[in-house]
């Protein structure tokens, strides 16, 4: 597909799409002192399992936790940062984010990293209890924040509306609650809904 640019952007575009579904968008900028991408999945919170509140972003938060090729919990944020960069990821209503940068010489290692996440990932149910407490720990920090109270009281308004939802999760809304507990939830989340048709890179 044709892409529409400003005349002023000097920037290369080209949109591809793979064999398996995955959009890509491409964007080449000889000028650019760190190569970037990014995943975004189109679904969220409204997705989670009614048993899971907060299934979804603590979903984010595993993928995080190595994969069969790069299986250390911590490799691909410690990759990122030695190579001048960052990763970081964040889970809405119906999106979920994932995205990195690193130095330009080190963005082929980054990719294949960073493209294990979605291809596959452990999962390892030895991280649940962390990962669950990182989660625990955003809700209880934010959960007091002005623009969060107010958000919970506009939600409020719409009754049974699916956006009517706990969206970040906590220990309780993510306690075991079905036969395999949170792990087996946890993983027929990610076979169901991580299928690159569904997802757009760049």
Known sequence: ???????????????????NGLEVMLVSDPTAEKSAAALSIGLGAASDPDEYPGMAHYLEHMLFMGSEKYPDPD???????????????????????????????????ALDRFSRFFSSPLLDPVYIDKEKNAVNAEW????????????????????????????????????????????????????????ANLMKAS
Do not use: C, W
Not at 166 to 179: A, R
């Open 1 to 19: 597909s044709e892409v529409v640019v400003s005349p002023n952007d000097n920037r290369t575009y080209r949109l591809i799409a793979l064999d």
């Open 75 to 109: 490799g691909f944020m410690a990759f990122t940062s030695e190579h001048g960069g960052m990763s970081n990821a964040y889970t809405g209503l119906e999106l979920t984010n994932y995205m990195m940068t690193v130095n330009n010489d080190a963005l082929g290692e």
């Open 140 to 195: 209880s920090m934010r959960r007091e924040q002005d623009f969060r109270i107010t958000y919970r009281l506009a939600r409020k308004l719409l009754g049974n509306h699916p956006a009517n939802r706990f969206q970040i999760g906590n220990l309780e809304s993510l306690s075991d609650k079905t036969e395999g507990g949170l792990h087996t939830a946890t993983v027929a989340f990610f076979q169901k809904y991580y299928s």
